[in-house]
């Protein structure tokens, strides 16, 4: 096809380069590149599940073009966090039990991290809201709440050097 | 948020170390850090992209299929049609261990001559990237001519309609007669007599059926893919036309399953097509394909007509089935079978005549999905009890506990389970914990609900099931265990590791579960009828106990004392009453090794072997045992709208012994927002057996938005046929949510709604009804 272009992501602190037609979603374009931590669920923005930051906002990637997204900062959820260095919000769902199938968790994960940004300690309406646009289908989301709760408490923490 | 009650009738057989802790799980780091490969993440070199061409119309004859545009385009490999398959069908059946299959129930692989649902395949496209295959799938022409079909069960059975399945329609009718009926009648002070019907239901798993096939250099073909049953390697075979070893199923850890991922899903396709073109292939459903590609919860008509007398005592119970198989059989029967053995619930009753049928139409086929027809027996059974409490002036807890059937009593197949029965002690404190009453104000009005259940764990036992785990300990003191168990986000390889650990002495990051190959992990049966932790829980147990005995053995000889003296935990080998006298596992372990002591075992692990039910009376065992709880809810009305919020959720359940009570919890938690969304949202549209509600936007899930917190309370009667007396709760967690919230519903506005879902426009109707004003555009 002719209306392809090489661009240029910025992806978890990395450059990373890729030809992509104008149709071609961000969500699509990540998987292409290996990013394959980015899931898909619905190709609609129903489900959340393909959630990543664009400059520090949690959108759904598979309602994002891929050329849009050239110059922006991306974070998947693999760039929160290692196995070896878990990011807090990473670690209290690995010990609390929110991650059942896991497959919704990426993107979970990446919109809980949105939430205690803009709310260092936030509410359960704003957990709720902020977790809104993310189904998951295994945990009744009890455990979810619960486990952004502690993440939020643990970054509060940390930050007053706690 | 939780309570856990350990009221053993037994003490515990072991003193746990590692068993019965919400340990965080084997599988949960990957997990929170995007490591984990899920079976649509693994990609190879020339790999092809393939898509599903799908008819557009329920019930047609195909006239003309051409794919000679879509061949031609650029980049297409191959597009196969039905002209191009030997004339084979798809076994639809799970023929267990015995070998035997029902009669008639194939699948054709791709529409030959009839369509008998919306969104039957009809051909295969394969192509060089996925846009060019999306392309090809707009270029193939197919020409369908309707034919009359037929999209309610109770029509279907009518003479003269559409026939879908011949000779009537009916795949399958199931009886249990016990006692006597009349005289039941005859001695009842009142009798109470409704209809209830729940609905279609969409598993929703967030991970969309996806596989990867190739073959390889000893011309196996293999599939990665996500599944709930691995052993599906030799009805594929059989439908390919290759011997049962030449076809490998490698799993991956499953993004959701509940049932939906039970049957066959892309697995055919892409042996075909990998086959045919030699290229490795993908095929991930979109979220719509995944909508009409596997198949739904059986819709029933369930009318139940109950005897009791003044003092509440159930005299007799007449309970007619009808199930909506949809356009093939798939595992119709075995619902239908579950929902008839529940039919009582967890009741007494001795004067029983339950007749269940599954009914073929052209609407989707319908097949497992947790609970099994056992959780749509229970929608009716709990609401009739609401029912005939209301009908006889007793509070409905009482009429309850006055019919509980009890530890050692015949269920309804006569059988007696062989667990302790706990339903009273259940429902007693899920109850309770509802708490202070809140108080209602303005339109907004407020109910309460309960559920009790009976469910089985483990599959019926006329299938003969088995399940085979080896363990084994490494030079190093690690754990391996293999066994072919599927994971479908449970936690059910932790599970396994957990038990491996607590035999062996060690810890949960000392051992490495590999799972879900059917070529190289011994084979476990399918993760599903909530058998994984019974079946393959029971086989690591065996396995890893007697690789114990055999280390426990040389330990005892190098502290001179009697093996039964002889613990280990921690990674420590030591004399149990004086642990200073100890070595570290890891040295009895080389020990074992230098001198040829066999370090690993595989093991199988058999259910009870039974005959099939009686035909004429349905009695016998139908199941290894019963898991037995309850759930309760609280809810706001708002009667003026229609909406309905569930504000409390309590579960209470009997899970026998935790192995991992975080992981108990999460299932609880699951099942209760699978429950509500059946209740109260989750409703699939079909014109003509066309789904028009085929995305999340338009199918309702509860949201973050919609979940109270679900408050869990966990008994352990320790009384399962389980490791470690484990009962199950992958199911039963499901089963009682939905009675319960439609009781809630019915307690708070005075008025039941007979079907589910219970949608704001149908309480919105049945108020009217009731209100007498009959037209929903009059003023309230």
């Known amino acids: ?162 | 948020m939780t309570g856990i009650t350990s009221e053993a009738p037994s003490r515990p057989n072991v003193r746990f170390r590692q068993v019965g802790r919400p340990l965080t799980r084997t599988d949960a780091p990957g997990k929170v850090a995007g490591r984990t490969p899920y079976a649509g993440d693994y990609v190879m070199p020339d790999m092809l992209h393939m898509r599903v061409v799908r008819a557009d119309v329920a019930s047609a004859r195909l006239v003309r299929l051409d794919v000679s545009r879509a061949r031609a385009l650029q980049g297409v490999a191959c597009a196969l049609t039905a002209a191009d398959l030997p004339d084979r069908a798809v076994s639809t059946d799970i023929p267990g261990q015995v070998g035997r299959k029902r009669l008639d129930t194939g699948q054709q692989i791709l529409v030959r001559e009839r369509v008998r649902y919306f969104g039957e395949p009809l051909a295969l496209i394969a192509a060089e990237t996925r846009d060019v295959a999306d392309h090809a799938l707009e270029l193939v022409e197919a020409e369908l001519e309707p034919i009359p079909g037929v999209y309610d069960p109770v029509e279907a059975m009518q003479p003269g309609a559409p026939i879908v399945t011949e000779p009537d329609n009916i795949v399958a009718e199931r009886r249990i007669r016990k006692g006597d009926v009349e005289a039941g009648f005859a001695e009842a002070d009142v009798i109470v007599e409704n209809t209830f019907r729940t609905p279609f239901q969409e598993h929703a798993f967030l991970e969309p059926e996806v596989g990867l096939a190739w073959v390889d250099e000893n011309d196996v073909v293999n599939i990665r893919v996500s599944t709930q049953v691995i052993e599906h390697f030799r009805p594929i075979a059989d439908a390919i036309g290759v011997p049962h070893n030449k076809v490998r199923i490698r799993g991956a850890l499953v993004g959701g399953g509940f049932g939906g991922k039970e049957d066959l899903t892309v697995e055919i396709y892409l042996a075909l097509l990998a086959r045919r073109t030699g290229r490795p292939v993908r095929l991930e459903y979109t979220r719509e394909d995944s909508f009409v590609g596997h198949g739904k919860r059986h819709p029933f008509v369930l009318t139940y007509r109950t005897g009791v007398t003044r003092d509440g005592r159930i005299t007799a119970l007449d309970v007619r089935m009808v199930a909506d198989s949809g356009a093939y059989v798939f595992l119709s029967p075995y619902v239908l079978l579950y929902a008839l053995v529940a039919a009582p619930g967890p009741y007494r009753v001795d004067n029983l005549d339950v007749f269940a049928r599954a009914v073929a139409t052209n609407n989707m086929f319908t097949s497992a999905f947790r609970g099994f027809g056992a959780l749509q027996a229970c929608a009716a059974y709990e609401q009739q009890m609401d029912e005939v409490a209301k009908a006889i002036g007793l509070d409905r807890m009482e009429l309850r506990r006055r019919n509980f059937l009890k530890t050692g009593e015949p269920m309804s197949t006569g059988f007696v389970p062989p667990s302790a029965i706990w339903t009273d002690r259940c429902a007693e404190r899920a109850w309770a914990a509802l708490g202070e009453p809140t108080p209602a104000r303005g339109p907004i009005r407020i109910g309460r609900g309960i559920g009790c259940y009976q469910q089985s764990y483990g599959r019926l036992t006329f299938l003969h099931d088995t399940s085979e785990a080896w363990v084994g300990v490494e030079m190093d003191g690690t754990v391996v265990v293999r066994s072919g168990v599927t994971d479908i986000g449970a936690g059910q390889v932790s599970a396994l590791g957990q038990i491996a650990v607590e035999a062996l002495g060690t810890t949960l990051d000392n051992v490495v579960v590999y799972n879900s190959d059917s070529a190289v992990t011994p084979l476990a049966g399918t993760t599903t009828a909530t058998r994984a932790l019974y079946m393959t829980g029971n086989a690591v147990k065996q396995a890893a106990e007697a690789v114990r005995a055999r280390l426990v053995e040389r330990a005892a000889r190098a502290f001179g004392v009697a093996p039964d003296d002889v613990d280990m935990g921690f990674n420590e080998v030591f004399v149990a009453e004086r642990p200073d006298r100890s070595m570290p596992l890891v040295e009895l372990v080389r020990i074992c090794g230098a001198e040829g002591i066999h370090r690993s075992e595989l093991a199988m692990f058999r259910a009870p072997f039974t005959d099939f039910l009686d035909p004429e009376t349905g009695q016998g065992q139908a199941h290894p045992d019963y898991a037995y709880g309850a759930h309760a809810v609280e809810v706001a009305v708002d009667v003026d709208t229609g909406e309905v919020e569930v504000l409390k959720s309590v579960a209470a359940h009997d899970v026998g012994q935790c192995i991992n009570p975080a992981a108990v919890e999460g299932q609880i938690q699951g099942g209760a927002q699978n429950g509500q969304g059946y209740a109260l949202s989750e409703e699939m549209l079909y014109e003509e057996g066309r789904l028009i509600t085929p995305s999340f936007s338009e199918y309702l899930m509860p949201t973050a938005m919609d979940m109270p917190k679900v408050e869990c309370i966990i008994l352990e009667s320790r009384s399962g046929v389980g490791p470690y007396g484990a009962k199950g709760i992958g199911e039963p967690a499901m089963t009682p949510v939905a009675p319960a919230i439609a009781n809630a519903v019915a307690d708070a506005i005075g008025v039941r709604v007979f079907e589910m879902p219970i949608t704001p426009e149908r309480i919105v109707r049945a108020l009217k009804r009731r209100d007498g004003t009959g037209r929903l555009d009059s003023p309230a």
């Not at chain 1, 380069?17 to 190709?43: N, Q, S, Y």
């Open chain 1, 1 to 162: 096809m002719s209306n392809e272009r090489t661009i240029t992501l910025r992806v978890n602190g990395r450059e990373e380069r890729g030809r992509f037609p104008a149709h071609r979603t961000l969500l699509e374009a990540l998987r292409e590149i290996g990013h394959m931590e980015v899931k898909c669920g619905c190709e609609k923005g129903d489900c959340g599940a393909c959630a990543v930051l664009v400059d520090g906002m949690a959108v759904d990637s598979c309602l994002t073009l891929a050329w849009t997204a050239e110059g922006a900062e991306i974070t998947t959820v693999r760039g929160l966090g290692d196995l070896e260095s878990l990011h807090p919000v990473q670690q209290a769902f690995a010990d609390g039990g929110a991650a059942q199938c896991g497959y919704c968790i990426p993107g979970i994960v990446i919109a809980a991290k949105a939430i205690i940004d803009e709310h260092p300690e936030p509410t359960e309406d704003d957990v709720r809201l902020g977790l809104s646009g993310n189904l998951c289908r295994c945990t009744g989301y009890t455990k979810v709440f619960e486990a952004v709760s502690e993440a939020a408490a643990v970054i509060r923490a940390g930050r007053s050097g706690q």
